[in-house]
């Protein structure tokens, strides 16, 4: 009883604590949470519809954040299990925007009552109208391989004929950012075709920029479903021309596009010409392919060997020298005319002097090369009589006319072209035949045979026994497609 004191202001029932200062009170709270642990609370998903909650990763996300990617913490996923932090999100500008755009896609549309609606959805549409049309000029103008410069001039003729394309995006950057656009979107389809394919081969090929770079071309062949596609893959320059720079390139093209799965599990076949650095047994391409995937079965291409074969036939014959003649001959005017504005006038008022149809002298090279021999023997056979008639004339000014006037009027170097063009007429229908898409190897056996057939009988009943040099290019050339 002794112990009881009276206490001014004290309230029964209640203790008198002592009262903290604020420094106190941080302290305390620091402390606290320190040794606190936070978790998801469940309720908090009825409070706020759009969050979510991850057990396996232990982190939360916003629906509507994600779905409008609007970059945020709860877009890559939040562990700060704060009510605090939940409602600072909610009232950002981010989330709200994120919010609307949500709200707009899932609300019902009520075209027949909402006109700001009709109009947003008008104004889209003619904007989206706008667009496919430059877009299509953009293609056309790749595919026809013609300069981006052109593209303003085609877009000022589409206004003149009446269509609406706008006041934007009217210059050749913006028609090099539709094709890159249009090339990601196809390079996609054809990554898509290789990933369903459940096996594929490749070829490869070099060829020439007009700034003299040499680039590699990639084409994919993929059979899905027993249908068979080549596709066009990539082109772009290696750091030098050997395999192993080249197999470099390969494998990063491939890696970038992400199937190097692909490339290593479903690789059956592989097709290049007869380069060294491609078909070479000990390190070419092919042997490089060979070492990572041992059962891949290596080709040469079919049009090259073709053609080498062709060569070889020449080469073996007693007829070279006059090959030789033709090819001098025919490249001869094509350079002559080509390069002399007087001499093509001059060959021009021949052809109407002696009422031919006009036929110009045309190149004997080219990435197909006997579909453009048989070309430029026809053209020359065509037009001969006006050729020949302006080479004599113009002889007496021109040393170069008067050589091809001399090959023109020989007996021998005649004959043997049209024997030439009997020949290549059979060889580039089956050079053509080769490069078709979708090709098998049965098929290319069975069209090699038949042409080869054919070249036999034509010798037996053209030549026979009585002329054995001309021939000879028949026999020689059988062989070789055989």
């Not at 009709?118 to 104004?123: A, E, P, V």
């Not at 059962?295 to 006059?322: G, M, N, V």
Request: aromatic share 10%; with cysteine; proline share 2%.
């Amino acid at each position: 009883m002794f112990q009881l004191m009276y206490t001014p202001g004290a309230i029964p029932g209640k203790a008198n604590k002592r009262h903290l200062s604020e420094e106190e009170k941080i302290s305390a709270k620091k402390k606290y949470e320190s040794k606190r642990t936070r978790s998801f609370q469940p309720s908090w998903e009825k409070s706020f519809p759009w969050l979510t909650y991850n057990s396996e990763s232990g982190k939360m996300f916003c629906t509507f954040c994600i779905k409008t990617s609007n970059e945020c913490v709860f877009t890559t996923g939040c562990s700060n299990f704060k009510v605090e932090t939940l409602n600072a999100h909610q009232e950002s500008r981010g989330h709200q925007k994120a919010a609307g755009e949500h709200h707009a896609k899932s609300a019902p549309t009520h075209s027949k009552t909402s006109e700001a609606a009709n109009c947003l959805l008008k104004l889209k549409q003619n904007e989206y109208q706008k667009l496919i049309i430059k877009f299509r000029t953009a293609h056309a103008l790749a595919k026809s391989h013609q300069s981006f410069n052109f593209y303003n001039t085609i877009c000022r003729l589409d206004k003149v004929k009446g269509l609406d394309v706008g006041k934007s995006y009217l210059n050749d950057k913006a028609a090099a950012s539709f094709t890159k656009a249009i090339a990601e979107v196809t390079r996609q389809k054809v990554l898509q075709k290789l990933r369903q394919s459940p096996f594929f081969s490749f070829t490869i090929d070099g060829a020439t920029d007009f700034t003299g770079e040499d680039l590699e071309n990639i084409y994919v062949r993929t059979c899905i479903q027993g249908q068979i596609q080549d596709t066009f893959l990539y082109i772009g320059s290696a750091e030098s021309a050997t395999s192993r720079d080249i197999h470099n390139l390969i494998l990063k093209v491939f890696e970038e596009y992400g199937i190097s799965d692909v490339f290593e599990k479903r690789l059956v076949g592989f097709c290049a010409d007869g380069a060294s650095n491609m078909q070479g047994l000990k390190s070419g391409l092919a042997a490089l392919i060979r070492e990572q995937q041992p059962y891949c079965i290596i080709t040469h291409c079919l049009a090259h060997r073709l053609e080498l074969a062709f060569k070889d036939a020449i080469k073996t014959s007693s007829t070279s020298k006059l090959y030789d003649k033709t090819l001098t001959l025919l490249i001869g005017l094509y350079y002559l005319y080509r390069r002399s504005p007087k001499m093509k006038k001059q060959l021009k008022n021949a052809f109407t002097t002696m009422e031919i149809k006009q036929v110009l002298p045309t190149r004997i090279g080219g990435t197909r090369w006997l579909p453009h021999m048989e070309r430029a023997i026809n053209a020359f056979l065509g037009g001969y009589r006006a050729i020949r008639a302006q080479l004599e004339t113009g002889s007496h000014n021109n040393p170069k006319a008067e050589g091809l006037a001399k090959l023109a009027s020989d007996g021998h170097v005649i004959i043997y072209i049209l024997l030439l063009k009997s020949v290549v007429r059979h060889l580039q229908k089956l050079s053509k035949y080769l490069q078709t898409t979708g090709l098998s190897l049965a098929d290319a056996y069975n069209r090699v045979a038949a042409t080869k057939t054919v070249l036999l009988n034509m010798m037996g009943r053209f030549w026979g026994q009585r002329s054995v040099h001309l021939s000879e290019l028949f026999l020689n050339t059988a062989t070789e497609c055989g």
